[in-house]
């Protein structure tokens, strides 16, 4: 290790902070998805909320130590000149030809997981929101025989399809897997500054009632906007145009269904009465 990795440029100048920041915002996505899939959770208020804190606190050790230890077997001259397949590599280096095959095994296994994870979890979503008719209803029906939304399950599926080979089609495979990244990072990064800037307007009575409301309910989310806002901008600023043309097109598509929510499903969502969090013991004594 040197004091290279510690310079906001990277280690010999060549990093980018903003791009450092994207793929770590990548890397954590999901990692909340207890939030959104709690209908069948115990008191699913308190419980799925402290799951996606003690996930990421988990997985942050986890990548951390990974990442320092991985980094350090080769001089990073040599692990970028192997950046595409820098684990491989590394794991090579560290147990010859038998290593390198274990690895290759282990981040195709790891890909498929995290595939299903995220179909699983998409659909458990777009399942929740077709409920609500803000998706077409037929997207929120449930199979007797597996109990699992099976329709929003293979549509979910189909489109992940479609998009991977579009990108294969019009680049190559690490340019694919590159966009893909990037995409998806700005995407997650944008729905966290607005889920914060959320949560900021639900609990604005209790922002001011004491320090330690002040603190989480006010400053860390102003200061996650401000942060998340200056990676977005940043990454955008430098983005190539697939980049730019999948998130216009992933705009375009989310204000049409939301026009069709509103105007032509007619969604009880848009008639919720707008309201705001006041004391603690108002929300504990809400039930489940």
């Known amino acids: 290790m040197t004091r290279g990795w ?25 990692w909340d998805g207890t939030i959104y899939v709690n209908e069948e959770v115990r008191h699913r208020r308190i ?9 990421v606190a988990f997985i942050a050790v986890l990548f951390t130590v990974s990442q320092v ?13 192997n950046g595409p397949a820098a684990l491989v590599y590394v794991a090579q280096v560290l147990g010859g030809s038998g290593g390198a095959k274990v690895m290759a095994l282990s981040l195709a296994l790891s890909v498929i997981a995290s595939t299903g994870c995220g179909i699983v979890l998409t659909a458990r979503m777009i399942y929740g929101m077709a409920s609500h008719r ?40 690490a340019s694919a897997f590159t966009n893909v990244i990037a995409v998806t990072g700005l995407l997650y990064a944008a729905f966290y500054v607005l889920t914060a800037l959320a949560a900021i307007i639900y609990y604005r009575r209790r ?3 004491r320090p330690w409301d002040a603190l989480t309910l ?18 955008l600023q430098t983005a190539p145009a697939p980049q730019i043309w999948s998130l216009v097109g992933i705009v375009g598509m989310g204000l049409l269904l939301m026009l069709s929510a509103r105007f ?16 603690r013991k108002h929300q504990t004594k809400r039930p489940d």
């Open 47 to 55: 419980n799925p909320g402290r799951a996606a804190i003690m996930a």
């Open 134 to 173: 803000v998706l077409p209803p037929f997207l929120a029906n449930v199979s007797r025989r597996f109990a699992t939304p099976v329709a929003a399950s293979i549509v979910v599926g189909l489109i992940l399809i479609v998009v991977t080979w579009l990108y294969l089609l019009t680049s190559s495979v």
């Open 207 to 209: 922002v001011f009632t």
């Open 264 to 279: 032509v499903l007619r969604s009880p969502f848009f008639g919720v009465q707008r309201e705001s969090d006041i004391a």
């Open 69 to 81: 230890g991985l980094q350090g077997v080769v001089s990073p001259a040599r692990l970028q000149a």
């Open 6 to 30: 510690f310079s906001i440029r990277g280690d010999g100048g060549h990093g980018s902070l903003s791009a450092g920041f994207l793929i770590a915002v990548f890397m954590y996505t999901g």
């Open 218 to 235: 006010g400053i860390l989310p102003i200061a996650a906007i401000g942060f998340l806002g200056w990676v977005v901008i940043r990454s």
